[in-house]
């Protein structure tokens, strides 16, 4: 329910590119999802944006060595949990002393047994395969009794209210101020979400840490709305002792993006999707959780602390969810195959059905026939092929909507003249994309929200 995904998910990181393709194939074929770096400072940002479940590392690499790279790994709160393992041609024992002492788990000496180092994985990975009861840092209950509780709670048809509670720009504030920091604000959210529900108690009310930065709530609808206000209200008034005064004053630190961009990234805010079974009967916690998820993440695209709740309250307003929820069909429309890939990508991860247009005289017929359920993701790149395309979708009844990616500020205007319900500026998180997609499937009326 709460976690990325049912396969084991294993970081592997090697300068040599033979041993690490190597390393892949053979992990993949035993039925792991695999994903490779080639120095110690890669290794340690993939493993901070993507955490594994176990990682695979060489000793002697660029850039950062191997000792380094699980020392740090060691010292964050995000990742101090994971089993690793040391890849060395060097069975010296000073060696696998530093090794151990840095944080490593068990050693592979090269060259290595496949048949002996899946064993060894499966086995570290036995060994941690039961997440603990309670977060070791906050002490709230983790993401199997908050999962287990919400069960219990929709097997006896109780009226519920799921809040999904996420700090914004919690990464940025981690590598600007350092762990440490960053453990305080994880454990002011855990707190004050605490005080929150103290203040007003009720035996309806269950707090959880999922993990990270994110937290859930379990209460009842009728309360859910005051005690997203009294959270937001409370994060705002409690973060700013985490941040030097000039800090928050400016109201934004500087930071690089997942591209490496430099970038101002506001001071952290507070998120909070709601999910309630008043009007909609859910089959199984997971879709539950699913669906505060992506109320959360509507949330996040306000500016400041926010939270946003899913209320439909008729058979009419229900009508027009099941419709909404049909619209997954997208056309990227692009002569540029690798972004038509990378988007692609991303979009099918998220259940979408895409589809490959490198010209856009091969959808009109398309558009004819199917204008009710599809999507379109256009390249600016395009430039009158583009442009004619906004202006055509405008004359189908119904429209279908339109994002086009641009590359110039100036473009935007021009394109929502033409008819885009959206215009995004690259470079932006690709993340941006599919949220901005989410949103526009889903008509305003259908969600209530806050921004303080």
């Known amino acids: 329910m709460f976690t990325a ?14 041993v690490r393709q190597l390393l892949e194939i053979t992990l993949r074929t035993a039925g ?21 479940d176990l990682i695979l590392t060489d000793l002697l690499m660029p850039q950062m060595d191997g000792y380094e790279a699980i020392r740090q790994l060691r010292g964050d709160t995000r990742t101090a949990h994971i089993p690793m393992l040391i890849l060395t041609a060097r069975a010296r024992s000073h060696d696998l002393v530093t090794g151990f002492e840095t944080g490593a788990d068990d050693y592979i000496v090269k060259p290595f047994d496949l048949t002996e180092l899946i064993v060894r994985v499966k086995s570290h990975l036995r060994r941690t395969s039961r997440p603990p ?29 799921l809040l999904h509670i996420d700090i ?13 920091r960053g453990d305080q604000l994880i454990l002011l959210v855990a707190l004050l979400l605490r005080d929150v529900l103290a203040a007003n108690p009720t035996s309806e009310d269950f707090v959880g840490h999922i993990g990270g930065d994110d937290f859930a709530v379990i209460t009842t609808p009728d309360r859910a709305e005051t005690v997203c206000q009294n959270i937001v209200r409370e994060f705002d008034q409690r973060v700013k002792q ?29 998120s909070i999707g709601v999910a309630t079974n008043q009007a909609r009967l859910f089959r199984d916690e997971e879709e539950f959780a699913h669906v505060a998820a992506e109320v959360k993440h ?15 309250v008729d058979q009419a307003e229900m009508g027009v969810e099941r419709r909404v929820t049909r619209l997954r069909e997208i056309l990227l429309v692009s002569d540029d195959m690798s972004l038509r890939t990378v988007l692609g990508q991303a ?33 600016a790149h395009l430039g009158q092929q583009a442009e004619e395309l906004c202006a055509r979708c405008q004359s189908i009844a119904p429209a279908p909507p339109v994002v086009v990616l641009t590359y110039a500020g100036e473009e935007s205007t021009h394109f929502r003249q033409l008819g885009a319900a959206a215009c995004l500026q690259e470079p932006l998180p690709l993340a941006d994309v599919v949220t901005c997609v989410e949103r526009l499937m889903i008509p305003a009326h259908m969600w209530k929200n806050n921004v303080s």
């Open 5 to 18: 995904g049912s396969h084991q998910f294993i970081l592997v990181a090697d300068d040599d590119i033979h």
């Open 32 to 52: 792991f999802h695999v994903l490779g770096a080639s120095n110690g400072h890669e290794l340690v940002q993939l493993a901070q944006q993507h955490v594994p």
């Open 133 to 161: 009861v309670h977060h070791p840092l906050s002490g709230l209950p983790g993401s199997r009794l908050l999962t287990q509780e919400l069960h219990r709670r929709m097997e006896q048809q109780e009226p519920l209210a």
């Open 168 to 180: 914004d720009n919690f990464k940025t504030f981690n590598d600007t101020y350092g762990f440490a």
């Open 242 to 270: 985490l941040y030097p005064a000039e800090d928050w004053q400016r109201g934004y630190v500087f930071g690089t993006d997942r591209y490496g961009m430099l970038r101002r990234f506001p001071v952290t805010a507070i």
């Open 298 to 312: 509507y949330a996040k695209l306000q500016t400041g602390s926010s939270y946003a709740i899913n209320q439909r």
């Open 347 to 379: 979009f099918r991860k998220q259940g979408y059905v895409t589809h490959d247009v490198p010209d856009v005289q091969f959808i009109q017929q398309i558009l004819e026939s199917e204008a009710a359920s599809i999507f379109l993701v256009v390249d």
